[in-house]
């Protein structure tokens, strides 16, 4: 059975960090692609970043430069470091898993789910 929990999320004020962690049980994460997505509320859940099976990377561009999407393949992690967060960063975050080597941000490829972890930035 496949699980992703995540963890790390709080409450910062703008200008503020914070690192998210997933760990994964029941999947290999080395040999998938996995991603954050992010859903504000009345608004649709949308791709952050994500990590193909060989790091490969890519972001949406409202996060570029200031969030950074990584693994540690031997914990079976995956973690996203946001730098200089802003209000409109105030989310629930979700971390996802394909089980597919290619990178992809469109949320209908990924297929398990974590329960979502919130970050609130304050101005």
């Known amino acids: 059975q496949v699980q992703l929990v995540e963890s790390g999320g709080g409450s910062v004020q703008a200008g503020g960090s914070l690192r998210l962690s997933c760990l994964a049980s029941g999947y290999t994460v080395a040999s998938s692609c996995m991603a954050w997505f992010r859903q504000a509320p009345g608004k649709e859940r949308e791709g952050v970043a994500a990590?193909?099976?060989?790091?490969?990377?890519m972001y949406a561009d409202s996060v570029k430069g200031r969030f950074t999407i990584s693994k540690d393949n031997a914990k079976n992690t995956l973690y996203l470091q946001m730098d200089n967060l802003q209000p409109e960063d105030t989310a629930t975050y979700y971390c996802?898993?394909?089980?597919?080597?290619?990178?992809?941000?469109?949320?209908?490829?990924?297929?398990?789910w974590g329960q979502g972890t919130q970050v609130t930035v304050s101005s």
């Open positions: 996802a898993a394909r089980p597919f080597p290619q990178l992809a941000l469109d949320r209908d490829r990924y297929n398990y």
């Open positions: 990590i193909s099976s060989e790091s490969t990377t």
